[in-house]
């Protein structure tokens, strides 16, 4: 009886093992999903991305960013678990296996953020915001039309140091958060200029008018005095001509170039390049919209001001530059009145003094002039008065 009872307390070998299988299943279950947890959160992590050597552009622009607070992942790695663990073995295996010759630089990204990573926190179709207060930007419009939020914000988290060419290989050990914060200074780089709206508006054939996109027309106080077009502002373009030409460079039916600063290329390399500087009174002739007014015949040129114009000429030279070019090989006005029209250059360089006959001041041509000249030659400059 004694030997039965203690047969029957002994648990078979198998059930043993058994147990001890479970255990060890258990316990090895335990310790691949918590790595698998701690793999997915460290490779979640921004500093995770800063750990290959050629992410440092992207990880110090996007510190100094105003995404500084969204993960790496949360813009880059599409949702969903099948996709988030393609992804994370794509990176690890791309970060064990990395080799700088295999890396091509500048980095670029293979595929754009699609809208709705964007829409996963702003909420697009009532997102009524305005930078200055003035300024109109529909969001729903533009999403209404297929504008994707990464043709206007392409910048927002790199400031695109791409295509500034910020990002090749001999420029990494450079990189730190003082340089990150110098490139996303720049705003034109970080978030849509004038020109990114008005080249869409322009391609798509969209009213390029102020009135659309400012409340209040944008006019500045300046262009409001009365005297403001017959004194003024020929004033105010000398000295602010690059903010004139922010505006009314879209105005023109013809392209403007030159009016925005010396190139870096023009002013430290090409310092003599042989091209005129380019000045208020060439952008008067060059701008179509200046032109409008500037075609215009003036009150002071009446029909005696043709008798007298050199002398009110050579009180102020300039002023008639504006308009008229001296020379009429200069093509940059449209204005077909130039000086050279009548001031031939036999006219010029005193040329009283080398005159074979003493014509003292006379103005107008005489009678003995025709003795040499042609008559009609002269007489289509030379009016009676």
């Not at 043993?16 to 316990?27: A, I, S």
């Not at 622009?61 to 993960?71: P, Q, R």
């Not at 990573?117 to 999403?143: A, M, Y």
Request: charged fraction near 25%; glycine fraction near 4%; aromatic fraction near 6%.
């Amino acid at each position: 009886m004694d030997e039965e009872q203690k047969q029957l307390s002994n648990p078979p070998r198998s059930r043993l093992r058994l147990y001890k299988f479970m255990t060890l299943t258990v316990l090895f279950l335990a310790l691949f999903f918590s790595l698998g947890v701690f793999g997915l959160e460290a490779t979640s992590s921004s500093k995770f991305c800063a750990s290959c050597h050629e992410m440092q552009p992207e990880y110090f622009t996007w510190k100094a960013s105003s995404h500084s607070e969204v993960d790496c992942v949360n813009c880059h790695i599409e949702p969903g678990i099948k996709q988030t663990a393609k992804d994370k073995i794509g990176l690890i295996t791309k970060a064990v296996n990395k080799s700088d010759e295999q890396n091509v630089a500048p980095i670029r990204m293979p595929d754009e953020i699609p809208d709705s990573t964007c829409e996963s926190c702003h909420n697009v179709l009532q997102r009524e915001f305005t930078v200055s207060g003035d300024i109109i930007i529909p969001h729903d419009k533009h999403k209404e039309e297929d504008v994707t939020c990464i043709q206007c914000h392409s910048g927002v988290a790199h400031g695109e140091i791409a295509d500034r060419e910020m990002t090749f290989k001999t420029d990494y050990d450079k990189w730190d958060s003082d340089l990150g914060v110098a490139a996303m200074a720049d705003l034109k780089w970080t978030r849509p200029t004038m020109d990114t709206c008005m080249d869409c508006h322009e391609s798509r054939q969209v009213t390029t008018e102020c009135s659309a996109c400012h409340t209040t027309g944008m006019i500045p106080k300046s262009h409001e005095e009365t005297n403001f077009k017959t004194k003024t502002h020929g004033k105010q373009a000398k000295e602010e001509l690059k903010d004139c030409n922010s505006c009314h460079r879209y105005m023109s039916s013809v392209d403007l170039e030159g009016y925005e600063g010396a190139s870096v290329l023009d002013k430290y390399i090409q310092t003599d390049s042989g091209k005129s500087p380019k000045t208020e009174r060439t952008y008067a002739k060059e701008n179509t919209y200046c032109q409008d007014c500037h075609k215009i015949r003036p009150e002071s040129h009446a029909d005696s001001f043709f008798g007298n114009h050199g002398s009110k000429a050579s009180n102020n030279e300039e002023n008639c530059y504006t308009c008229h070019e001296p020379n009429r090989s200069n093509t940059s006005s449209s204005n077909t009145v130039n000086c050279s029209s009548c001031h031939q250059m036999k006219h010029l360089n005193k040329w009283r003094d080398n005159h074979p006959v003493a014509v003292g001041n006379v103005n107008n041509p005489q009678e003995s002039c025709y003795t040499c000249h042609v008559k009609k030659t002269c007489s289509s400059c030379h009016k009676k008065e």
